[in-house]
């Protein structure tokens, strides 16, 4: 029998401090016992209704009081038990979050009550979905469960990125989608689904009684705003959407319901409402500001780190003039709120107004590191080829999370790897062992010792067959979590609004979506190439060292041979604009790129395709990471993203730029580019940064991330981390409150150059 895998650990980044829990521990361990008990009760039932009698025993209950300032009725508590999509707010399925489990236990005042969570955790160690599928789907060496470093691949089971189809929402209504469900040939899935919607409605009505409780101690001014809460929200429970406040309303409470953490393209989802109440006097541009700023608190209240992705702008909107005022106002809002999230995101095109991106410039030149920048004109073709689609169907591309692509209402996304491509090639230097823990790690690829390889195509080419390898094993883990999740649940809220679940009567990983594809997280991608142009440069072009002494350097951590070391760090980098050394970055790039699209062909999926981002796995991976031969020494952060490693661009950032352009953007599905400015530049200079940025644009540059920080802030953040509570920066894929991140990670972002 297998041995159990280690359940216990943390399954997310977490940099937000979560809200607590507003239910006392008590009625959190009743909620918890309930489910549970619904859950075995259920055992053998269909899964879409063992789903909704466990989604019965939750919702409404979990909801939480009206705060004093929401203009927006939703507020949700997350318990260590409970159903979900993704684990940055609890767990993906049916599950359990073991260690916050064991902290809960901890919360009980009696033996009685711990013994009652000793129970519950016992059951859940066989029931948990994402348990469930590590049990089958690690091995000893070579895939670990995320977040575990000491591997070369770490794998998890989760439904990340889910992007909804609200257009269909606004179009029929709660009401209308259960007429839409009732009109089709029946099966178990449309009837569960059909009562989830009658769950929706019941939520509403619990938010009913909340803003009625609320208005129990407001004073007149609340109470109007209250007045239109309970109004809109019993109009939405029975009728479609007429006012902006009402598709706002509908929108952010279903959001709450199906578990997504990403919102898509808002603008012309709420656009033509928002233009409608404008032009017909129902509210003016100052109300709709109070109403989207506090759906920018109620996001940034979820606390889920790295998404909750607002995107505007861009080809292939139904609305665009009506979107275009939705989006100006999301300008006003971001630059004014500074919160982490939501990622507000600004797809542009050769055709965006001018006006648009100066806002945009503005926004970032304040500090507030958004919008992010996507560059359609890059994209959309892109993504035709990569994903394989219709320019039509390309033109709805949305990034979430940390950078990846899908198809809103029409894909399945999510990048359930993370392939730690440095760390396969130290173990391919090292006779197939991890110099981190002596551990075997090659699987069946032979690899002799480095003394063997007499070219440095010999060298490469291992390298690739031990990639190749774990491309394999990277694709199989990837179609196993969608096939185990799918043995457990429906994700009946998110079905029934992605194309096109309703018309074909199954579930969103049942051959209900239209495109299922995946994503497979690289990181280290830029260490690996900058040390095989060391390794290359050094041993077999100049021949100034043997492969052999390099590597004995290299498992030294370059104790006693800091000339080597130097040596290493002093070859061409990444991140120069250096013709050589950006070739074979580009080489590595496109053989993992393509490598990984292919296997995810060959499965049949409709893609499966590499994104080179991160959030703070580059750091935490590279404490579990040895020394390279590009100088970085053992448990030193890996390179961000697609960006250079700390330190190495030194040439400018037209430099920098240039090389980050030579990947093209056709083979991944989202690519991160950080770059950090002064204010001083960035705002002073603004004439010189647009014109940086839109020859970088034209270039092919696919996306653009950037922090405006003056010199020493940082650094006295570091020192006084009390002053500096919302300072806010740039880690990757997401941004954070700088003084919340530990510091290793504020040392990566230390060391990447300011531009000024």
């Not at 939703?74 to 940055?88: H, K, N, Q």
């Not at 049942?510 to 990181?523: A, F, Q, S």
């Amino acid at each position: 029998m297998k041995k159990k895998i280690n359940i216990d650990g943390a399954q997310n980044v977490e940099v937000s401090i979560p809200i607590p829990c507003e239910k006392t521990p008590q009625e959190q361990l009743s909620i918890m016992e309930a489910y549970t008990e619904a859950h075995r009760n259920s055992e053998g039932l269909d899964k879409a209704r063992r789903e909704i009698n466990c989604l019965k025993t939750i919702c409404p209950v979990l909801f939480r009081s009206i705060e004093y300032d929401d203009l927006l009725a939703g507020r949700l508590d997350f318990l260590p038990i409970g159903f979900g999509s993704v684990t940055s707010i609890g767990g993906v399925g049916h599950y359990c979050v073991f260690h916050k489990l064991r902290a809960f236990k901890e919360t009980l005042s009696t033996e009685e009550e711990k013994a009652r969570v000793d129970t519950l955790y016992e059951y859940w160690q066989d029931h948990d979905t994402k348990a469930i599928y590590c049990q089958e789907v690690l091995t000893e060496n070579t895939v670990g469960r995320f977040i575990d470093c000491s591997y070369p691949l770490m794998a998890t089971a989760r439904l990340s990125g889910m992007m909804l189809n609200y257009k269909k929402l606004m179009e029929y209504g709660v009401e209308g989608l259960k007429e839409l469900i009732c009109s089709k040939e029946q099966n178990e899935f449309l009837e569960c689904s059909y009562e989830s919607l009658c769950l929706l409605q019941e939520v509403i009505e619990r938010q009913i009684e909340l803003v009625r409780e609320a208005g129990n101690c407001a004073d007149q001014s609340r109470l109007k705003d209250l007045d239109l809460m309970e109004h809109d929200l019993r109009y939405v429970k029975k009728n479609k959407p007429q006012t902006f406040h009402q598709a706002l309303q509908l929108l952010w409470i279903y959001a709450l319901c199906a578990g997504v953490i990403n919102y898509g393209r808002l603008d012309d989802v709420l656009g033509p409402f928002l233009q409608h109440d404008l032009d017909h006097g129902i509210i003016d541009e100052e109300e709709a500001y109070r109403y989207l700023k506090s759906l920018w608190k109620m996001i940034e209240n979820r606390r889920t780190t790295v998404n909750g992705r607002i995107i505007v702008g861009g080809v292939g909107r139904e609305h665009p003039k009506e979107a275009d005022t939705f989006a100006r106002i999301c300008m006003r809002v971001c630059k004014d709120t500074r919160y982490v999230e939501p990622q507000f995101t600004l797809r542009f095109s050769k055709d965006t107004p001018e006006y648009m991106m100066d806002m945009a410039y503005d926004c970032i030149g304040s500090g507030a590191t958004y919008p992010t920048l996507y560059n359609d004109d890059v994209n959309v073709p892109a993504v035709m080829y990569s994903m394989r689609v219709e320019r039509e169907i390309a033109e709805q591309y949305v990034p979430f999370g940390c950078g990846e692509f899908v198809i809103q209402g029409k894909s399945v996304g999510t990048p359930n790897i993370l392939l730690n491509l440095l760390k396969i090639l130290n173990v391919t230097l090292n006779g197939g062992i991890d110099p981190m823990d002596g551990k075997r790690k090659s699987g069946p690829v032979e690899i002799p010792e480095c003394s063997q390889f007499k070219t440095f195509d010999e060298l490469y080419d291992k390298y690739k067959k031990l990639l190749d390898y774990y491309f394999d094993l990277s694709i199989q883990a990837q179609y196993r979590s969608y096939e185990i999740m799918n043995e457990k649940v429906s994700f009946l809220f998110t079905s029934v609004l992605m194309d096109d679940c309703i018309n074909r009567g199954k579930a969103v990983l049942d051959g209900g979506v239209e495109i299922l594809g995946g994503t497979n997280e690289t990181y280290g991608n830029i260490n690996s190439s900058d040390a095989l142009w060391a390794i290359k440069k050094l041993v077999y072009i100049d021949e100034k060292y043997s492969l052999s002494e390099l590597h004995q350097a290299q498992l030294a951590d370059f104790e006693g041979y800091e000339r080597i070391q130097k040596d290493l760090w002093n070859q061409d980098k990444y991140g120069n604009d250096k013709a050589e050394c950006d070739n074979l970055a580009n080489d590595l790039y496109e053989f993992v790129a393509k490598g990984i699209r292919q296997k995810g062909i060959d499965y049949g999926m409709g893609y499966f395709l590499i994104v080179i981002s991160n959030n703070q796995t580059n750091t935490d991976w590279g404490h579990e990471t040895s020394a390279s031969l590009d100088g970085r020494k053992t448990g030193v952060y890996l390179n961000p993203a697609n960006n250079p490693q700390g330190g190495a661009a030194k040439n400018g950032p037209t430099a920098c730029l240039n090389s980050l352009v030579k990947f093209h953007a056709k083979y991944h599905g989202g690519s991160v580019q950080n770059i950090k400015f002064t204010p001083r530049m960035f705002n002073k200079d603004r004439k010189k940064i647009k014109m940086l940025f839109d020859t970088y644009f034209k270039k092919g540059g696919c996306q653009l991330m950037v922090t405006v920080v003056d010199y020493g802030v940082l650094e006295e953040a570091q020192k006084n981390p009390d002053n500096y509570p919302d300072l806010i920066v740039r880690v990757a894929g997401y941004s954070a409150v700088f003084v919340n991140l530990t510091k290793d990670i504020q040392e990566e972002l230390l060391s990447r150059a300011l531009y000024d």
